[in-house]
């Protein structure tokens, strides 16, 4: 098994072309109709459930392996989701919105006009290639933008498909495809967007928003962190135990809102590992050769992730390799153990930076007000786990942190979840996205205010004199 070769058959001509014909589209056409959005949304959902296993061999080829219900859950069953909710609630979210006026104001009417912003970009990641860089489209789309697509160049294979589907569905004036490396990447953060959606690390994140500012393009920002999870002592540890791991597995670790730390009180620490090694084992008898545990995506996370084990052991932690059949790993499958990391400390590798992968520390604390202060002493993560029945603490925990999202008593969930937002909050992000939000994230609320025939405008306009004043004692009180 080999990494995935970089792609980097785009280029910047390639780049400037593909904006240039959209910009054009624009010009002439401005946004998308009703009738023109749902046309396009259900060419896209034709085209995913009847490519899904295509999309599922693809993705794992880029990998080295991927589970392909992994696949078939979180990057089609949550698209094919998502288009059908929002194909299902589109013509709701288009109409317009009166809104009251004062009594100073009437008998003229004000209401919410929704527009699309224009030409718009999206620069998806690799850790989940498809999906991540359909469901910004598929909000593009809806709100009735035209739309630049960059896929990551680290799963080629995968930018590929998205290319070719594009492509076959929709037509080119609504939406355009470029890939590339690192200089097409810059190149398009400096494009004149409407609006830029870009998902990945906080650092790239810096380096978008930059290249944004010059334009003065907003952008969407969907960043990650260190999500913790919480356990609270009266809390059934293997049952937290099983849903911990459960979020940390899915992809190997290799998702931005996968618990990245757990923090639990000092007396149930050994009980809550010891059910944590136990959750492994029911979960992933074997490792190797077991088609539903995925590989890491290439050689440099690999071997980025060694190195963050053995900065640990080096200083001084407990490294537990949970490994249930005593299997040996080649490095070239690029298939990492699930491992739980002891008695860390805050200069270590695995609790400073974003993990992505199957690495756990495990972090003692004398109590649930400790693990509190400890969360908001850190960066503000982009979700937050917390394991607890009693709902007065469920709340007062939600109202005492800050994070992207959060999901009680499970991992990952919220991401699914079709009515909330999902994005992050300082370092984890900006803006949100998903159904309606992701319509709003690239509509204009236009507000528009429509004067009677008939109106009182005279009373506040020159020449002031009493009457005027009169007016304004009424008015201010």
Not at 285 to 290: I, M, S
Not at 336 to 362: C, S
Not at 429 to 441: E, I, K, S
Not at 468 to 476: E, F, G, H, Q, S
Request: charged share 20%.
């Amino acid at each position: 098994m080999t990494s995935s070769p970089e792609e980097e058959s785009g280029s910047t001509a390639d780049l400037d072309t593909a904006f240039g014909r959209l910009k054009d589209a624009w010009k002439q056409h401005q946004g998308l109709s009703y009738a023109q959005r749902m046309a396009c949304l259900k060419a896209l959902l034709t085209w995913v459930r009847k490519h899904k296993e295509e999309l599922a061999e693809t993705i794992s080829a880029d990998f080295g392996h991927r589970s392909r219900e992994e696949t078939l859950l979180a990057e089609v069953f949550t698209v094919v989701d998502e288009i059908r909710h929002t194909r299902s609630h589109l013509a709701e979210w288009m109409e317009e919105q009166p809104r009251p006026v004062s009594m100073t104001f009437k008998p003229g009417t004000a209401k919410v006009v929704w527009q699309p912003l224009g030409v718009v970009g999206v620069i998806a990641p690799w850790n989940y290639p498809f999906q991540l860089a359909i469901l910004p489209m598929v909000a593009a789309i809806s709100a009735g933008c035209r739309v630049l697509v960059k896929p990551s160049e680290l799963a080629p294979r995968t930018a590929e498909l998205f290319a070719r589907m594009v492509g076959e569905v929709l037509p080119p004036d609504v939406a355009q495809v470029v890939t590339g490396g690192v200089e097409v990447s810059a190149a398009f953060s400096a494009l004149p967007f409407d609006h830029l959606f870009f998902t990945g690390s906080t650092s790239v994140g810096r380096h978008v928003m930059r290249a944004a500012a010059d334009n003065l393009t907003p952008v969407t920002l969907e960043l990650g962190g260190k999500s913790p999870a919480i356990v609270h002592p009266s809390f059934p540890m293997a049952r937290a135990a099983e849903r911990i791991m459960a979020g940390k597995l899915f992809n190997a670790g290799q998702t931005c809102i996968a618990p990245d730390y757990v923090l639990v009180t000092r007396d149930q620490r050994d009980a809550l590992v010891d059910q944590l090694v136990a959750a492994v084992g029911r979960a992933y008898p074997k490792l190797v050769d077991n088609p539903d545990y995925t590989a890491i995506i290439n050689e440099r996370h690999h071997a980025r992730l060694q190195h963050a084990i053995q900065d640990a052991r080096d200083k001084g932690a407990r490294v537990v390799e949970v490994n249930p059949a005593n299997e040996t790993f080649d490095p070239q499958r690029r298939k990492l153990p699930p491992t739980l990391v002891l008695d860390g400390t805050d200069d270590m590798i695995v609790l400073q930076d974003e993990i992505f992968g199957p690495v756990l520390p495990v972090v003692a604390v004398d109590d649930i007000e400790a693990a509190i202060a400890y969360v908001n002493d850190r960066p503000r993560p982009l979700a937050l786990y917390y394991f607890d029945w009693n709902s007065r603490r469920c709340d007062a925990m939600i109202q005492r942190t800050w994070s992207g999202g959060v999901c009680l008593n499970d991992t990952i969930l919220h991401f699914s979840q079709l009515e909330l937002p999902f994005g992050g909050v300082g370092p984890s992000g900006m803006g949100a996205y998903h159904g309606w939000y992701g319509f709003r994230t690239f509509s204009h609320e236009k507000g528009v205010f429509r004067q009677a025939r008939v109106n009182g405008t005279k009373l506040i306009s020159p020449p002031y004199g009493k009457l005027v004043n009169r007016a304004l004692k009424v008015m201010i009180g």
